[in-house]
């Protein structure tokens, strides 16, 4: 998935659903470590703060968790509300 820098989505949500698709998808999976900012940066030519809202995105919803030293790694999908 390629990040479309002149559409009307803004940069930080398309990154976070192609996120979020490839932990939905298993290709990014539960504890294991999603890409740096930096490889993030690198890999879909954005900003370092684009990365870090959309990553804080998929962190607010429970969907990864931030170790210091360590990185930040796939967490299973939070349990329905009911």
């Known amino acids: 998935m390629e990040i479309d ?7 930080y949500l398309q990154l976070y659903r192609i996120l979020r ?7 990014l999976q539960v504890g294991r470590p999603i890409p740096s900012e930096q490889s993030l940066v690198q890999e879909y030519g ?4 684009t990365a870090r809202k959309a990553v ?6 429970g969907r990864v968790k931030f170790v210091v030293g ?3 790694f796939v967490q299973p999908p939070p349990a329905p509300e009911s």
């Open 21 to 27: 698709a490839r932990i939905d998808s298993g290709e």
């Open 70 to 72: 360590r990185g930040t």
């Open 56 to 61: 804080g995105i998929l962190r607010d919803e």
């Open 46 to 49: 954005i900003a370092r703060m």
């Open 5 to 11: 820098h002149d559409g009307e989505t803004p940069i």
